[in-house]
């Protein structure tokens, strides 16, 4: 294995994927600093390249929500100050444009392992929605049973009464000899 490839753990690239505008980003200076370059080169990149990055793959981020993110996972002073200005978030096909943009070796491998995670990302929310849907459909199934239940109990309790008291006695009689 080389020495200048990343070893960065999954855990480590999943915890920098956050959930903004409905979407799966990542933010810019997490990805500066997986790819090993400044926030600020970063940046120049993609202006520089802003074509290549249309809404759908970067946007950035407003005020407000920058300051709901903030809140939400509560960031420390020094966190904070590394987030003066709203950053940029990338979406997975903005991430794959980073690649074209940063061209480095670094870069290229950095971001396969990113594209790698955010497909098992997607797998494992299309098996949870599988899994949900089946439940879904066994609950539809079940919920009407409650009082269908209720009956067949209804109606065990009469006939165990019925069988508490004593029955005429039918058949046939033999005469006696």
């Not at 903004?20 to 600093?33: F, N, P, S, Y």
């Not at 200005?85 to 997975?92: A, G, K, N, V």
């Amino acid at each position: 294995m080389k020495k200048d490839k990343p070893m960065i753990p999954d855990e480590v690239i999943v915890s920098k994927i956050y959930m903004i505008r409905e979407q799966r980003i990542m933010l810019d200076r997490d990805l500066a600093d997986l790819y090993g370059v400044a926030t600020k080169v970063l940046k120049q990149a993609v202006r520089r390249n802003i074509k290549r990055f249309p809404q759908d793959f970067m946007f950035e981020m407003t005020k407000e929500e920058l300051d709901n993110w903030r809140s939400q996972i509560v960031t420390s002073n020094s966190d904070r100050m590394g987030l003066r200005h709203t950053p940029f978030c990338f979406t997975e096909q903005g991430v794959t444009m980073l690649s074209c943009v940063l061209n480095s070796d670094r870069a290229v491998d950095v971001n396969i392992k990113i594209i790698r995670i955010f497909t098992r990302l997607r797998e494992m929310l299309l098996t949870h929605k599988t899994l949900l849907l089946k439940m879904d459909e066994i609950e539809k199934k079940v919920s009407g049973q409650d009082e269908k239940i209720k009956l067949i109990f209804d109606y065990l309790k009469r006939f165990i009464q019925l069988q508490s008291q004593p029955r005429k006695l039918i058949g046939y009689r033999r005469k006696a000899k």
